[in-house]
């Protein structure tokens, strides 16, 4: 009974949740010192063969004055 009960938490855990791939985009503001000097952002698109495809993207600049000192 218990290895019955076991297998069935696996399997639960391991099916596809409700939400779809679309539902999980999102996208930050990255801060520093209360300013906004980039953004953080992930793109999730599941494919018509069920695989699931991540997408990040990242840019961040740093600057004194009008010179950029960081970069990402």
């Known amino acids: 009974m218990r290895n019955r ?3 069935f938490i696996a399997r639960a855990a ?3 949740g409700v939400a ?3 539902d999980l985009d999102a996208g ?6 209360g ?4 953004f953080h952002a992930v793109n999730v698109e599941e494919a018509a063969d ?5 997408e990040t993207r990242i840019e961040m600049q740093v600057k004194i004055g009008p010179i ?3 970069r990402y």
Do not use: C, N, Q, Y
Not at 28 to 33: G, S, T, V
Not at 35 to 38: A, D, K, L, V
Not at 50 to 54: D, K, M, N, P, Q
């Open 50 to 54: 069920g695989s699931v495809r991540v």
């Open 68 to 70: 950029p000192v960081f």
């Open 28 to 33: 930050f503001d990255i801060l520093r010192k």
């Open 14 to 16: 391991l099916m596809p």
């Open 20 to 22: 779809a791939a679309g």
């Open 5 to 7: 009960f076991t297998a």
């Open 35 to 38: 300013e906004r000097i980039g």
